[in-house]
């Protein structure tokens, strides 16, 4: 099955600095790759995600990479913010019959004002 | 807010109790999961409805038994649990399971089992 591992798994930066979170995943059948933030208290809620046809994506200050060849994709952050302080998730979803998202370990990132 | 509703948003039972959760979602979504979350752990599946049919249940204890009796409802039906099995439970429903639908989460619920 799928592993997907995530690094750092605590990230502090100061407010206004950039935040990278980097992820390999195991089985080059994975197709897509959503990355979730998930605040105290609440559900994971899905910030940005990208396809494997594709290489980059942004939205506003955050912007995912995917290396298929290396397998690993990368959160990035521009300008961060208090209220981006919370956990990330990266995640991968094959593309076999179970359709079945794995997560990464999580990243707590804390920006400090 | 999220479009995914779930109830009771804490719940504390003993291990003899019998208890439910639900989780209720109007986005017109095929796809309907239950999630388990340990404190600092990503979120674990445990089963997927597609369709309203069960189509994975990934080796969960019957202690869990999920149950969907329409497209908009999902309910976990709880019984005879340990006290490990105290998390954060998660419905998340999704366009269908095609690959690339988004996931949309509820905001969980919070269970301690005593």
């Known amino acids: 099955g799928e592993n997907v591992e995530q690094h750092p798994s605590t990230l502090s930066v100061q407010e206004g600095d950039s935040a990278v979170i980097k992820c390999t995943y195991s089985?080059?059948?994975?197709?897509?790759f959503p990355w979730y933030k998930q605040e105290l208290g609440k559900g994971p809620q899905l910030i940005i995600d990208?396809?494997?046809?594709?290489g980059e994506k942004k939205d506003q200050r955050i912007a995912v990479t995917l290396n298929k060849t290396a397998k690993h994709f990368s959160l990035h952050i521009t300008e961060t913010q208090p209220e981006d302080s919370a956990v990330y998730f990266c995640?991968?979803?094959?593309?076999?019959?179970?359709?079945?998202?794995?997560f990464g370990t999580g990243t707590k990132l804390q920006v400090i004002p | 807010d999220t479009e995914v509703t779930q109830t009771p948003k804490h719940l504390v039972m003993g291990m003899t109790n019998k208890k439910s959760l639900k989780c209720e979602q109007h986005?017109?979504?095929?796809?309907m999961y239950w999630y388990k979350q340990k404190a600092k752990k990503p979120p674990e599946l445990m089963f997927v409805?597609?369709?309203?049919?069960?189509?994975i249940n990934e080796s969960v204890p019957s202690r869990f038994s999920p149950e969907c009796p329409n497209s908009s409802l999902l309910n976990l039906h709880l019984h005879a649990l340990q006290p490990e099995d105290s998390a954060l439970y998660l419905c998340?429903?999704?366009?269908?399971?095609?690959?690339?639908?988004?996931?949309?989460f509820g905001e969980g619920s919070r269970l301690t089992v005593l």
């Open positions: 995640a991968a979803r094959d593309s076999g019959g179970y359709q079945k998202v794995t």
């Open positions: 409805y597609s369709y309203e049919k069960l189509s």
């Open positions: 998340a429903s999704s366009q269908d399971r095609q690959g690339g639908r988004e996931l949309f």
């Open positions: 089985d080059s059948a994975s197709n897509y």
């Open positions: 986005m017109g979504h095929r796809a």
């Open positions: 990208i396809r494997s046809n594709v």
